[in-house]
Nanobody, 119 residues
Framework: QVQLVESGGGLVQPGGSLTLSCQAS????????MGWYRQAPGKQRELVARIGSSGITTNYADAVKGRFTISRDNAKNLVILQMNSLQLEDTAVYYCNAIYGNGATALGWGQGTQVTVSS
């Protein structure tokens, strides 16, 4: 079974950058589409970026398009979310997960990593 550990969050000023990492255990990681999600206080968890199993196909939520970049290294079981031009609205706990073809998440949620954008 694949387990997920997110890291890289922190406190950053508006306009700043952060790089989040998702380390997955297990040998079947490379078969999954992977996604980064976030949940802000009082809001539902939302998908912000996803990447196909080969790393070629990526999709982004409109709110982060042009600012966030998702990538993966299947040899290292790693998924990265590079976040630039951070805005106050990006404040949330960020999670990664594997995604089935129907859009459902495939794994249990990790602990997430807190991103706080504040001046």
């Amino acid at each position: 079974q694949v387990q997920l550990v997110e890291s890289g969050g922190g406190l950053v000023q508006p306009g700043g950058s952060l790089t989040l990492s998702c380390q997955a255990s297990g040998t079947i990681f490379s078969r999954y589409t992977m996604g980064w999600y976030r949940q802000a206080p009082g809001k539902q968890r939302e998908l912000v970026a996803r990447i196909g199993s080969s790393g070629i196909t990526t999709n982004y939520a409109d709110a982060v398009k042009g600012r966030f970049t998702i990538s993966r290294d299947n040899a290292k079981n790693l998924v990265i979310l590079q976040m630039n031009s951070l805005q106050l609205e990006d404040t949330a706990v960020y999670y990664c997960n594997a995604i089935y073809g129907n859009g459902a998440t495939a794994l249990g949620w990790g602990q997430g990593t807190q991103v706080t954008v504040s001046s």
